[in-house]
Structure formats: structure tokens, C-alpha cells
Nanobody, 123 residues
């Protein structure tokens, strides 16, 4: 069982930046593909970014160029750095883990989830 705890969310003005963190309980985090998803009120959960075991990254078109996902396996932490934030980025952001070498944009492919952290971008 992997436990994930997100942090770093908050209120920021449009154009601002935030860095989200996801701390994992699993000592072997390096064996998990990690992803970030978000869910806005009244909308379905959507893919944001993923990072594979080897550090390959994948981003949703809506955040490409503004977001960077990274991982520090020694510290058991995954990060999501977000720049040039827009009001439409407002959502609860979730960290997820998948015990696979392959990343996925489908939420159903991830086995473990954090509780989420709220990001609110004001215009």
C-alpha cells in the first residue's frame, strides 16, 4: 500500500507560480510511475502530467510549456512546478502512483491516490 500526501496548493494570482509536492510512503518509489491529475468543480478528473521510472515526462496539452513534473526518488517526493497560472487551472490537484514502467493519462490506470491539494488562481 502506497500512501501519498500532497502539499503546496494555495491561492495565487493569474500569471503566478506554485510548486506542488507529493510525499510517498513507499521506500521503492522508484518502481512507480507517478502522475498528477486535477479536478475542477463539476468536471471530471483530468490528466495533467506523468513521469515514468526513467524520468520520461508527458504533459496534457492544456499545461504543456507551463508545467514541469519531476521526481526525487531518494527523498520519495514528486513535484509539479506550475508557472503562468490561469484561472482555468483552478482545481483540486491529485498525485497518483502506478506500479508500472509505463505512464498513462488514464486515471483508472493508477492504483494509489493522495487526498488532493486545492489550487485557486484568481483573475
Amino acid at each position: 500500500q502506497v500512501q501519498l500526501v500532497e502539499s503546496g496548493g494555495g491561492l495565487v494570482q493569474a500569471g503566478g507560480s506554485l510548486r506542488l509536492s507529493c510525499a510517498a510512503s513507499e521506500r521503492a518509489l522508484s518502481t512507480y510511475t507517478m502522475g498528477w491529475f486535477r479536478q475542477a468543480p463539476g468536471k471530471e478528473r483530468e490528466f495533467v502530467a506523468a513521469i515514468s521510472l526513467t524520468g520520461l515526462t508527458l504533459y496534457a496539452d492544456s499545461v504543456e510549456g507551463r508545467v514541469t513534473i519531476s521526481r526525487d526518488n531518494a527523498k520519495k517526493v514528486v513535484y509539479l512546478s506550475m508557472n503562468s497560472l490561469k484561472p482555468e487551472d483552478t482545481a483540486v490537484y491529485y498525485c497518483a502512483a502506478r506500479p508500472s514502467r509505463l505512464y498513462s493519462i488514464r486515471a483508472t490506470d493508477y492504483n494509489y491516490w493522495g487526498q488532493g491539494t486545492q489550487v485557486t488562481v484568481s483573475s
